[in-house]
Structures are given as C-alpha cells and as structure tokens.
C-alpha cells in the first residue's frame, strides 16, 4: 500500500469504509497561524502615508476579506464532506444471519429491510 496520508482517490475509498483512519483536520493553532500569514502577505506597502482611521478601516477590511475566504474554503469542505457516502451499504443476508445482522446490529444503528422471496 502507498502512503496513507497521500491525497489520492484510492486512499478515499479506503476511508469511507473505514479501513483508512479518516484525515486530520487543520488545528485551531494552524487555522490562526494561516490568518496571521495570509494577514501579513498582503499588508500593504504605504502604511505609514495613512492616518488612523484609514488604517483601522483597511483592517478591517483585511479582516472581513480574509475570515470570507476562509468560510468559503470550509463550507467546500463540508459540502464535499456530506456529499459523501450518507447511508451505509445494502447486503444480502440468508434466514440464519438474520438475527445478529438486523436484530443485534438494531441496537447501534438503523436498519432497514427488505424481505423477498424467489
């Protein structure tokens, strides 16, 4: 097996049925780290020509501008998140699997079950 932490689409698959342990998210520590970056990157080069307000309100908008593209960035990745697998999967199972299939596994989660006859 290749690197588990690869970004493929194998590794994907292999997450959504939980053989891969999921992906680590960014830190809070990170995401802030990120901003202070991305904050200092575009600051501009003429700062000390503005006054005071001018410069509070550039922050502002840096602020505002940077928190969007991230909520941007974040609400990509929830939707790819949801738009993953939702229900689990569908199995054919024979009168003596019956029990410990649908019966035992009712207790952790939902079952749904279609009976049907040759």
Partial sequence: MDDP???TEWNDILRAK???????????EEIFEELDREIK???DKH???KTLDELDE??????E????????????EMKAEVS???FGHVMQISKPDFVREVSEASKD??????LFKD
């Avoid at 550039?58 to 602020?63: N, Q, R, S, V």
């Avoid at 501008?65 to 990509?76: D, F, N, P, T, V």
């Fill in 5 to 7: 932490n690869e970004d």
């Fill in 18 to 28: 939980g053989i891969l342990p999921p992906k680590p998210g960014p830190t809070e």
């Fill in 41 to 43: 990157e575009k600051q």
């Fill in 47 to 49: 700062l000390e020509d």
């Fill in 58 to 63: 550039l922050e502002d908008e840096e602020d």
């Fill in 65 to 76: 501008r940077i928190l969007l593209e991230y909520r941007q960035k974040r609400i990509a």
């Fill in 84 to 86: 993953r697998e939702r």
């Fill in 109 to 114: 989660v939902w079952v749904v079950v279609h």
